[in-house]
């Protein structure tokens, strides 16, 4: 189990540490995690020390690329130590427990989410994101994760 709680195979998201900025933050097994995407880092910041390194680490963005920080606990100091640099994304983030996700069967309305085919996604994906003045995924990186295993 994770740590968030499971309840009749469905995770309690209220309890998920992420989502939690009251109390002690919980213990997790990892320390500064931060996920490559092809159009720049996934930072989650929950798993980060303090609100310095978080801020350090957004700062420390490459050229043609954007990172984001996730489960940020306290936004408003973030960007206190770079309020010239750091911005607050004011849209909420949908979430799923990836690890337990098995896409439907049947389409049940105008969208729906499935896993990625790195062969023909590739432009469609990269082509939504410049329409949005977006940073592009680089197609190789999509290629390679395309070759790992999913979990």
Request: hydrophobic residues 35%; aromatic residues 10%; negative net charge.
């Amino acid at each position: 189990m994770t740590a968030a709680k499971q309840k009749n195979n469905v995770y309690d998201l209220e309890q998920a540490p992420s989502l939690k900025s009251w109390g002690e933050p919980a213990e997790l097994p990892k320390e500064d995690v931060i996920v490559e995407c092809g159009w720049g880092r996934l930072l989650f910041a929950h798993t980060f020390r303090d609100s310095k390194t978080i801020a350090e680490t957004l700062q420390d963005e490459k050229e043609g690329t954007r990172d984001l920080a996730l489960y940020i606990r306290d936004p408003q100091v973030v960007i206190a130590k770079a309020p010239q640099d750091l911005f607050i994304d004011p849209s909420f983030t949908f979430r799923l427990t990836l690890d337990q996700y098995e896409p439907l069967k049947e389409k049940t309305g105008t969208f729906s989410i499935r896993l990625l085919n790195a062969d023909d996604d590739i432009e469609s994906i990269n082509r939504i994101y410049q329409t949005r003045h977006m940073v592009p995924i680089n197609p190789e990186f999509l290629q390679d994760q395309k070759k790992r295993p999913v979990y």
